[in-house]
């Protein structure tokens, strides 16, 4: 029954990694490539949690956390280059 909703999930976030992977590669400003990165950093952390939960350990969780951290700054980074300030 679980592996069932796990496999469920895993089909989304491809078909969801493939939509945003596309306007990486094809989007027109910086901005948009810069936003579905980070859109795809995301998606990585949840599969990790979801895969974190699904196996017991506790170890992706630190993954997800540290990748989440790791995700922000560089989103901020972008941000402030962007906007002129670095």
Do not use: H
């Not at 027109?28 to 979801?50: G, H, K």
């Amino acid at each position: 029954m679980i592996f069932e909703e796990f496999l469920f999930f895993a089909v989304c976030f491809v078909a969801l990694a493939v939509i945003l992977l596309s306007r990486l590669i094809a989007g027109p400003t910086i901005a948009d490539r810069a936003l579905s990165a980070d859109c795809i950093e995301i998606l990585c952390d949840m599969a990790l949690i979801l895969f974190s939960l699904y196996s017991g350990r506790s170890i992706f969780l630190d993954i997800a956390l540290i990748t989440a951290i790791m995700g922000f700054i560089g989103t901020t980074l972008i941000g402030r280059y962007l906007g002129g300030e670095l």
